[in-house]
């Protein structure tokens, strides 16, 4: 098992133009009273679109590299590690683009790809809703038109809504007769009327997440993914991906060593001894995420395998214990609040990232909701529970579960 | 060992119960977070009417001498209401520091002003690089004719934007980390050379950092003996982590019950999620960590009433370790148990658990205080 010459001729491609390309980062410049830093982001993008980093992980008869997860990988690790902001804060890229690749109609491809190879149009992803507790749970509502559907619900934890033009999201569809139980994918258009965006607020350091309503907003049939009645493979499978799109943001494993490096370099006298066993906890328990994910890379990559579910548990959980640790390591600094800090102009109160700890460690919470359905499905997957047992907390869309 | 209230602390209980119940309702303590106090100040003047103020206090100087189990009673119930009046800032922290160390002089100007409601005192004891450790103090006290002057910053002190006196630990000898050498020193705000930059706590209070430049005070300013600050600090912490960590057990209780009322209700799949074994689990769990946590307050309080000694100190360490610990599981769950709409505004679930996860860190976090433990 090693890394092949053409992988790390690729991986120390991609560290030097990372650190030329990179101009680090200087709050003082570049944070807005959000935290977000849109210029600074932007202008880093800007060259990637340039040069074809942007659309590495596409396959190379839509315009990219092909790249296999493996380099995906070496790349958001490069970026992790002095902190450029990650290839999936443009979901139109990371996300948008290759789901309209794998369900999309021909005529979708050619009207929204091309914006999306030249950076033209921003996207945002709304997948989750706010009332989920564990697993998929999708109460916005399609009602067919003619030529169209009208779309009612809330989708939560959307993040850059408020700076993108279109949102890819996800509804059940409902015809005059009855609710159907299949889902649709739908581009929508966030300028066009019934679209409100709510209350965005900080969710971890560069983003800001919101929830965006849909009141009887109209969405033409050309805009409409139709996963079909066939299969809940396509939905499983794009839950799944935005589950993996959403960690390559907030858990990526060379994010992680830098936060537990940082808090060890700025706590190195008096954290205490039972703190710093900790951190050397977590960074093991990081070894051992990576490892599994460099073996995982490796073999089929699939997002609906166990390997998937298992690590998807785990960098979960650890962010999670190390948003906690950080939390500890601020000591009283931890308890001021950031938001509100941001408007004077005089800097954060403390070290870096104390003021926010606590947010982040809120976040970091509730994160690990949304995977409370993988030993479900993990226990079936493994033969633990017989596949067709009705406890499981996943029961495949039901007429029990319809929505009103 | 008596574990039964007596009929004085059951009316106190009732009376605070009732009064969280009824007046104290969340939209409104929103409004007053926003608020350009940050709280109540009709609040304020209630507790005082109710006697709240007076709890802790000597009869001679208008209080009621309670002890720490009167305490205990009152701050559960305000973590269930999550009050955000600075009761524990000005009452336990600043107040607690002249009721142990403060001269009668100082006793009888500052404490009928704390009870009547008129004063809000801040207690300035945490440095940049101090951690949880008293001790440690670079903030200087110097000898200036009959008086001191006083130089250095202090951080995170609860309540400075809205004190109208700062008790501060300040070094009179010795050098950084020496208990012997740090005195305390009662400094109104208006001094001049004090000066503080201020901001929100993510548990909605207000706090600043607070600098001390050439502040020139009289030695009538010094709490307790020169060099000798320590002790009264050390006890001040102690009564602090018995009410913080009574409220914190108030927010235990209600976390876990609305997470038990929300899994009754929401449904997914079909049916309500408290149907799900794995999430039942859960619930239990917290429920187990809750009832750890619920006694000690207690314990320590009664321990704390016997007389200030190792016995105490012990209690209060155990006690916060177990607050921590619990405080967290029941914290994580409870935003885990709620999903997206832990984060609204309409269940309040994020609020308990950023004051939770801060009262973890308020005075010394588990593994300060299991260190303090094993070493007393």
Known sequence: MRTSPADARLRDEIHAFVASHWPGFDRQVQTDISGVDNAYRDAWFKKLFLGQWALAAWPEASGGLGWSMARQAMWDNACAKVDAPRMAMRPGVSFVGPALLAWGSRGQMDRFLPPIRDDSCAWCVGIVEPHQVVGMDIRTIATELEDGVLVNGTKGWVRAAERANWMFTLARVRTSAAVKDHYVGLLVDLRADGITIEAPQRAGPGDRIANVRLDDANVPMSCVIDFGLQSDEPTDRLWARFLDHEHRIVCNTAGQHQRLNLLRERFENGIGEHLSEQLDAAEIQLQAIEAMEVAHHAGSADELSVESAVLRVKRAELVQDVAWLQVQSFAYYAVSDTNELLLDNEGPIGPEGAAGAINDALMASMWVTYLADHRDKLAKQLGIVDEHETTHIIAKTTADNRPE | ?376
């Not at chain 2, 980390?177 to 020193?185: A, H, I, P, R």
Request: glycine share 12%; net charge negative; charged share 20%.
């Open chain 2, 1 to 376: 060992m008596d574990f039964s209230f007596t009929e004085e602390q059951t009316l106190l209980a009732e009376s605070v119960s009732r009064f969280m119940r009824n007046d104290y309702p969340f939209a409104e303590r929103r409004d007053n977070v926003q608020s350009e106090l940050g709280f109540s100040a009709a609040h304020w003047k209630t507790f005082s009417d109710l006697g709240w103020l007076a709890l802790p206090f000597a009869e001679e100087h208008g209080g009621f001498g309670a002890g720490a189990v009167e305490m205990t009673i009152l701050l559960e119930e305000f973590g269930k209401g999550l009050v955000i009046e600075p009761y524990v800032a000005t009452v336990v922290l600043a107040g607690g520091a002249l009721k142990h160390g403060g001269t009668p002089a100082q006793q009888a100007a500052y404490i009928s002003r704390i009870t009547d409601g008129s004063k809000q005192g801040a207690l300035a004891f945490a440095e940049a690089q101090s951690r949880f450790n008293l001790a440690d103090v670079t903030t200087t006290a110097s000898r200036d004719g009959d008086g001191f002057v006083l130089n250095g910053s202090k951080s995170v002190v609860l309540n400075a934007p809205n004190a109208d006196f700062i008790i501060v630990s300040a070094r009179t000898s010795g050098t950084q980390l020496d208990e012997v050498g740090v005195s305390l020193f009662l400094v109104d705000v208006g001094t001049a050379g004090l000066s503080m930059r201020s901001y929100p706590t993510v548990d909605a209070f207000r706090a600043a950092e607070v600098e001390f430049t050439e502040v020139r005070v009289g030695a009538d300013a010094l709490v307790g003996n020169e060099g000798q600050g320590f002790a009264i600090l050390e006890q001040v912490i102690d009564d602090g982590i018995v009410a913080v960590g009574a409220e914190a057990v108030g927010c235990m209780e209600v976390l876990y019950k609305d997470t038990v009322e929300y899994c009754k209700t929401r449904e997914q799949f079909g049916q309500p999620i408290g149907k799900f074994q794995v999430l039942q689990h859960r619930m239990v769990d917290m429920f187990i960590e809750y009832e750890q946590a619920k006694s000690l307050p207690y314990m320590a309080a009664m321990r704390l009433d016997e007389g200030y000694g190792q016995a105490a100190q012990k209690a209060a360490s155990a006690f916060k370790v177990q607050v921590g610990k619990s405080g967290r599981f029941v914290g994580q769950n409870a935003v885990q148990l709620h999903g997206g709409m832990g984060m609204t505004d309409e269940l309040n679930v994020g609020h308990y658990f950023k004051r939770l996860t801060v009262i973890d860190t308020l005075f010394g976090n588990v593994d300060h205080h299991l260190k303090r433990f094993g070493g007393l």
